[in-house]
């Protein structure tokens, strides 16, 4: 069984479902029940069309719901509408679905969260990590989103802010994480960009494409995190990084800044260099000077020490840690590394292990744990 191929074809269905007048959570029932059934019959009967199977399943799972609390009328009128088996059109509705799930109804943050949960495809637990809240809260969140949209018209589609920040959510999850969701924000901020003149979403086009140009090199053959500074550049998408700078450059020259151009930027500079040492980090500190201004982001300024204490040395990175929320995730992480690189393996050591308890995944854990071990050698 296929499983990323069916999380590919989730949103189209749910597409198909909210077009013939299903409200959106009573469609996303349906096509969960749908995909439930795909896993029981699939494996000793694959369909030649899974997409129209899907379709027509999850229709007919809805119409089973429809049955219990509406009137014969209406069950006739929309039996009537039921898409016949065979080939389904071949439309894309999963960058309308993105718009419709950024209602006007919903808190930005809300609506974040039902389209990840909902057409990302991202489980509870995985939204709540890229949120830094627990899963309890979040499920919390997502039934509420659910409930204010049930029944609502999507005739007032959100605003291009939510939306990038959803794509930007489900890429970083992708890049990170244990679902494999980078290609297709990429494919859609794609299809957002050829539709939408906007700096901003250029921005996160080019920021995706930069990051996602490094990609080959971040683990080593055994699944092991390797740290940017220790990459083989050689590995680096330059066709990628090439159109990343290029139209980073397009949006910048628009004089209208944002925090995706910013994180562009930063990432540009990192590409730009043939080697770490190379790396242009004065320049980088002013770019997270900028990204703080737009964002007052915590995350921003525990990056922004790391790149002080590259550009004015580990004291002076120490001192802009110090500034930080130590409860911010990675703090640790960044603290051990800046107390390495000012000469303090025992405080670093000590760090490292620290971090690693409260890494969000297994890959850097072992990053973590093997840092701390390879300190702790040292000393003995």
Known sequence: MDEVLLRSLIPGVLG?????????????????????????????????????????????????????????????????????PGPAPAVDDTLRLYFLCAHPSLTPASAVALTLRAVGGLTTRQIAAAYLVPEATMAQRISRAKRTVSGVRFDRPGDVATVLRVLYLVFNEGYSGDVDLAAEAIRLTRRLAAVIDHPEVAGLLALMLLHHARRAARTAPGGGLVPLAEQDRGRWDTAAIAEGVEILQAALARDRLGEFQAQAAIAALHADAPTAEETDWVQIVEWYDELARLTDSPVVRLNRAVAVGEADGPRAGLAALAEVDASVPRHAAVAAYLHERDGDPVTAARLYAEAAEKAPNLAERAHLTRQAARLNSRLR
Do not use: I, Y
């Open 16 to 84: 198909v479902l909210v077009r013939r007048g299903a409200d959106f959570a009573a469609a996303e029932d349906a096509v969960q029940d749908a995909l439930v059934e795909a896993l029981r019959v699939w494996p000793a009967d694959p369909p030649r069309d899974p997409k129209g199977w899907l379709v027509t399943a999850a229709w007919r799972k809805f119409l089973d719901a429809a049955r219990s609390d509406a009137a014969r009328r209406r069950r006739e009128e929309l039996l009537d509408e039921e898409p016949a």
